[in-house]
T-cell receptor, first 114, second 116 residues
Framework: KAGVTQTPRYLIKTRGQQVTLSCSPI?????VSWYQQTPGQGLQFLFE???????NKGNFPGRFSGRQFSNSRSEMNVSTLELGDSALYLC?????????????FGPGTRLTVT | DQQVKQNSPSLSVQEGRISILNCDYTNSMFDYFLWYKKYPAEGPTFLIS?????DKNEDGRFTVFLNKSAKHLSLHIVPSQPGDSAVYFC???????????????FGQGTILTVHP
């Protein structure tokens, strides 16, 4: 069974631009979560989606947003990019929500903001 | 506020010996703990977990110990192998409210290097 896929794998953007990252969960998984990994802050939870609804949100500014589609695929958007947004963005899926301990992670999207 | 802490940024071990990775947490509401292994350019891979009702869980070469009173957990790898070289993250789940189980709080990670 195919794992969690994330596109694109690498992205370079300029400060002030916006970016959209995509995540396709494992087939049958209906919950998707997003995490940001930076050298300084480590892995931090961004948000969790289930049935096209955001169930949980981390401590990130409103420039970070996401959504989930009816096929469980998810996108996250970062507007007005800042240098500090350079990070590895990880998507994780699980069969049902509220079970972070059953999440499977994708390979991530490496975003570089210049 | 770092609720999950891994105070050792790196650990170097000889092949065949034991690797012990440590993790401390501050939120007493956490009740499920996990260890992940991560290689560069890949997402974290689940290794082993433990519920707060247990103090030990074992899976092959990997054992996780939980000391709730000390708010401390550790991962033991015996025997260590060069292929175990990776970044290890501990994570915690749970807390106030049902939706809290959908969120993992991670430590900063420990780079384990196992020398042949």
């Amino acid at each position: 069974k195919a794992g969690v896929t994330q596109t694109p794998r690498y992205l370079i953007k300029t400060r002030g631009q916006q970016v959209t990252l995509s995540c396709s969960p494992i087939s049958g998984h209906r919950s998707v979560s997003w995490y940001q990994q930076t050298p300084g802050q480590g892995l931090q939870f961004l948000f969790e989606y289930f049935s096209e609804t955001q169930r949980n949100k981390g401590n990130f500014p409103g420039r970070f947003s996401g959504r989930q589609f009816s096929n469980s695929r998810s996108e996250m958007n970062v507007s007005t990019l800042e240098l500090g947004d350079s990070a590895l963005y990880l998507c994780a899926s699980s069969f049902v929500p509220g079970r972070a301990y059953e999440q499977y992670f994708g390979p991530g999207t490496r975003l570089t903001v210049t | 506020d770092q609720q999950v802490k891994q105070n050792s940024p790196s650990l170097s071990v000889q092949e065949g010996r034991i690797s012990i990775l440590n993790c401390d947490y501050t939120n007493s509401m956490f009740d499920y703990f996990l260890w992940y292994k991560k290689y560069p350019a890949e997402g974290p891979t689940f290794l082993i977990s433990i519920s707060s009702i247990k103090d030990k869980n074992e899976d092959g070469r990997f054992t996780v110990f939980l000391n709730k009173s000390a708010k401390h957990l550790s991962l033991h790898i015996v025997p260590s192998q060069p292929g175990d070289s990776a970044v290890y993250f501990c994570a915690a789940s749970g807390g106030a409210g049902g939706t809290s189980y959908g969120k993992l709080t991670f430590g900063q990670g420990t780079i384990l290097t196992v020398h042949p």
